[in-house]
Each structure stands twice: as C-alpha cells, then as structure tokens.
C-alpha cells in the first residue's frame, strides 16, 4: 500500500508542497523552489541549512544536538539535511540558510545597483525587467523590479519548437530546409515568450509598457532561433556559431510586446554548442572565485560542462538528449503538476508527486527517472549493462512490478500505468553515458582526476531534485567525488539572467567569463567514442 502525501508549507514565503512522509526538509524546500545551502553536502556537520520547524514538535538528531543550544533546540530548530517530514508541518527557513550566490538575488543583493543610463523612464520604480531562459524543451520566465530587486512573478511552459524536434539538430536542420522555417521556428519561440509576459504582468498587476529590458539565456541553438540568425554552421564541421559573445537588439525589431523603446540582452556564447545559458550560469554562481578546481555541470538536453583549474577555464557541450527532461521516455513528461519527481524502494515502490495531496500521477519527470534508475540497480532489478532483469533479491513486491509488456520486452510498473520499459533505460544510458565520457574528457585535459575536484555544481530544471548518492550510483557522477563538494543549484541560467538586469558590471563580468574560456569540441575529440562507451555501462 502506498504512503499518502502530507502538506508542508514553507514561509515567510508561504510556499506549500505535498512530500511522502520520510521526505527530508531539503528535499521538500526543493520541491517549493527554495534552495538551501549544504556546504558539507548534507552530512549534517556545517550547520549552514538551519530552519525552525514551526509545526509539529520534533525530536532532534544527534547532528541537532551537535550544532544548535537547548533553547534552540526547544525551539525546533533543525538542521534541514538531517531531519525528515513526517506528517503536516510549517517550516521557517531563513534568509541565512539559503544558498548564497542563488537565493541572495531572490531575497537581497549586494550587488551594486545602476540602471542603465539611458532615460528610458523617469520613474526607476516603475522600471521592470524581465529574464528568460530558452532551454530546449522548457522556457521559464521572471519579471523583476531592479530598482529594488523585487520578483514580481515566474512562469515557465514548453518550449513550442519541440513540435518540430525534441533535440537541437533536428531543429537547425528544419530551419535549412525552406525558406521560411527559420522565420516559423523564431516566431514560434517569440510568440510563447509574449504570452508568457502577459501572463507575468498579469500575475503581478504590471504594465507590459513598463517593460524595459528582457535579458535571454539559452544554449547557442536557441539563442540563434530566438534572433533568426541561421544556425546551420552548428550543424556541420567545425561546428561554429554566427557570433560570439553578447548580442543586444530593440525590442521592437523581434515584436516582443514590452515598451516600444526596451531592448533585449542576449548572454554571451562561448563557442560552439556552449552558449548563454552557461555564461550566464557560470555568472550565478561566481565561477572563478570558488575554490579551484571546480566543476559546473548543465543537466539538460545539451549537457554543457565547465571545468576551471587556477583560473584556466575550459567548457565543452555534449549532446545527453531530452531523456532527463521527459522526452523520449514512454511515461516521460516535465517537472510539473502530476509528474512523479522522486521514487523510493521500501518493502514496495513510494512515489511522490507534485500537485496537491494524494494527487495522481500522470507521468515522470527526469529527477524520478535518476532515482529509480539508481532504485533498480540496487535492487538487482537493472544490471550493469542496463538490461532489465527478474531479482531474487529484491523485496517480493517490488520483484513482481517486473513484467513483460505488450511489446514483448521486460518493463517496471511503477504506479498504475506509469512504466520504466527497456527502451527508458537505454535513454538513461545514452543521457549518462554523454555527460560522464564529457567529464572524463575534460578532467584529462586539465591533468586532474576527479578526486581533486573541490566543488561540483550541478545546474538545470532537475538540478534541485536528484541525490548525490544516485547520480554517483547510476554513473553521472564518478563515484570518487566527496558528497559534501556537490552542491545541486537548479535553474542557474535563469538566475545569471536575472542578475545582468541588476548592473551593467554583471553583464559585463559574463561576457569576461565568455571570452577567457577555452572551448573543447568533443565530438572531434579522439576519446569520446571509447570514453562514451564505457560510460554506457552502469556502476557494479
């Protein structure tokens, strides 16, 4: 018998999520789109991810006892990493206990504030801005008051161009193929970004003529989509995009409806599949000033990497596919209301779902797909070589969830009629495979291994759901990097996009990160055949 959701709601934001009982707090402030910092990833020793646990009383850990007094721990107040939801709760997390460098641009800044010097309106309260980031499958939006830093409002839906391909070359090979596709694939993209700021200044009471700058980071192929610049020379030798660093353009020339006299800022591109939406990361998080070397991982449909040793910085794209967005994946979809986000094994298999208490699941998003994927090789259930295989040492319940579908393949149920078939694990595969033989490569041209990695941030929609011990356990992440370097950030595209609102200095310091940078192109690289290969293969 399944477990049924319990209601937790976080403030002072008054954001509430529905979480399987045994959920850990972090998990569930993830799930409400608050990130907390665990500089000791999660080992409950640093005491950075401190919250007060308004309602139910609680019973402290050890790790609790550790790092709080008696009158905080009669308080309730408790390390977010170390203890689990129970039941219906209220839990206070403080503006300290976010991740600095993220959440800061959420609740406060010290980022210098100057508005761009061009008169564009009188009144700099009234000024707003909106980021975007174009990710291949999903495009998500923020409408921002620099002024005073305020998030107005946030959406996010599917990128429309999927209907033509749910990968980037299917994409740049549609916009060669006539005349007007280059045209239909931009006005698609621009269309979605209009509606989505209607939607934004209705939410936030907003006039769209108060509008006066929209910053865009994307991957290089949705970035040239976005400006109808074509990008066929992405899709052929030596792989170069039309232009490098940043791209600024009136509003007015693409029709996007904000005042008539806004202009658009589109991020930096580093060089060949590796593009705003990694400068803009690389932003966000402050790349060159942590400590060295450090790992930036971009989880998506391209996965782009940046390895940075003594302030030497090299970036290189590999093509993981849509498999961790939902795509390609026979129950797939994004991390939405219905999607099952997350799947434990216990005598039977759990699922939480987002949406409302008890809600019903419609299908299974990427951050699921890693946690089951990492569940079945546990369980016997997966083997090394990814096939799917009846265990004799799994729990019986879980054992008889083996069945063989109708296309006569082996397949696992994991609730009602949401399956994990032997064709899903094959993309799990070919997703993990890309990004790890990337990372092997690039940890060899810098001449480190991946133990001497100090820090791993690991970016994208599903960046903020998965374990540490699952990527590691399905292979993509070596299993040799320490869990307290890996810290998990979410969507820092959109981040490093709403931070070049803030200044000209941090639009600046982006197209510095874009210039220093070194570009691999790993599809020319001698390696990649052999390291993808044997990346394929699963952890023993």
């Given at each position: 018998m399944s477990q049924q959701q319990v209601k937790v709601t976080f403030q002072p934001r008054g954001r509430t999520v529905y979480v399987l009982p045994g959920t850990k707090i972090i998990e569930a402030a993830a799930i409400a789109g608050i990130i907390i910092n665990t500089p000791c990833g999660g080992a409950g020793s640093c005491g950075k991810c401190r919250v007060r646990v308004i309602s139910p009383k609680s019973t402290p850990t050890k790790a609790d006892e550790k790092i709080f007094s008696k009158d905080e721990l009669n308080k309730n107040w408790r390390l977010a990493c170390q203890n689990q939801i129970v039941g219906d709760a209220?839990?206070?997390?403080?503006?300290?206990?976010?991740?600095?460098?993220?959440?800061?641009?959420?609740?406060?800044?010290?980022?210098?504030?100057?508005?761009?010097?061009?008169?564009?309106c009188a009144n700099a309260a009234k000024r707003f801005g909106v980021a975007v980031d174009i990710g291949t499958t999903t495009i998500a939006a923020l409408l921002v008051n620099p002024h005073n830093n305020e998030e107005i409002a946030v959406t996010g839906d599917i990128n429309p161009q999927i209907s033509i391909g749910d990968d980037v070359i299917s994409r740049i090979k549609h916009a060669a193929s006539g005349p007007r596709a280059l045209a239909e694939l931009q006005k698609m993209v621009i269309r979605q970004i209009n509606a989505?700021?209607?939607?934004?200044?209705?939410?936030?009471?907003?006039?769209?003529?108060?509008?006066?700058?929209?910053?865009?980071?994307?991957?290089?192929?949705?970035?040239?989509?976005?400006?109808?610049?074509?990008?066929?020379?992405?899709?052929?030798?030596?792989?170069?995009?039309?232009?490098?660093?940043?791209?600024?353009?009136?509003?007015?020339?693409?029709?996007?409806?904000?005042?008539?006299?806004?202009?658009?800022?589109?991020?930096?591109?580093?060089?060949?599949?590796?593009?705003?939406?990694?400068?803009?990361?690389?932003?966000?998080i402050d790349q060159l000033n942590q400590t060295q070397p450090s790992l930036f991982i971009d989880v998506g449909t391209n996965g782009e990497i940046v390895l940075v040793k003594d302030k030497k910085k090299l970036a290189a794209s590999t093509a993981a596919g849509p498999a961790f967005e939902g795509a390609r994946i026979s129950c797939g979809m994004r991390a939405a209301k219905g999607a099952i986000w997350k799947v434990t094994f216990g005598d039977d298999c759990d699922c939480s779902v987002i949406g409302r208490r008890n809600a019903k699941p419609i299908g299974i998003c990427g951050s699921a797909l890693i946690n089951i994927t990492a569940e079945l090789l546990k369980a016997g259930i997966v083997d090394s070589t990814g096939r799917i295989v009846r265990s004799s040492k799994a729990p019986p319940k879980i054992a008889q969830r083996v069945i063989i579908d109708k296309n006569n393949q082996p397949a696992f149920v994991v609730k009602g009629r949401i399956k994990i078939t032997q064709k899903d694990i094959r993309q799990i595969q070919l997703a993990v495979g890309a990004i790890r033989a990337g990372i092997n490569i690039m940890l060899k041209k810098a001449g480190i291994k991946s133990a001497d990695l100090k820090r791993v941030y690991i970016a994208g929609g599903l960046g903020i759901f998965i374990s540490r011990e699952n990527a590691q356990r399905i292979g993509l992440l070596p299993a040799d990097i320490n869990h307290e370097r890996i810290t998990f950030i979410g969507n820092s595209s959109l981040v490093g996009a709403r931070l070049a609102l803030r200044s000209i200095e941090e639009k600046e310091k982006a197209e510095n990160l874009a210039r220093q940078t070194r570009h691999i192109e790993l599809s020319v690289d001698s390696d990649f055949q052999n390291e993808f290969a044997n990346a394929m293969i699963f952890p023993s």
């Open positions: 209220v839990i206070k997390v403080p503006e300290s206990s976010l991740l600095p460098g993220l959440n800061k641009i959420v609740v406060d800044s010290n980022i210098l504030q100057k508005i761009i010097p061009d008169k564009r989505m700021i209607s939607g934004l200044c209705e939410q936030g009471s907003v006039d769209k003529n108060d509008i006066y700058e929209i910053t865009i980071a994307g991957n290089t192929t949705m970035e040239h989509l976005f400006c109808g610049i074509d990008p066929s020379p992405l899709g052929q030798l030596p792989f170069e995009s039309a232009w490098r660093g940043a791209n600024v353009i009136n509003a007015s020339e693409l029709k996007l409806q904000i005042n008539p006299k806004g202009i658009v800022y589109v991020f930096p591109i580093i060089g060949g599949f590796v593009g705003g939406d990694i400068s803009a990361g690389m932003l966000a």
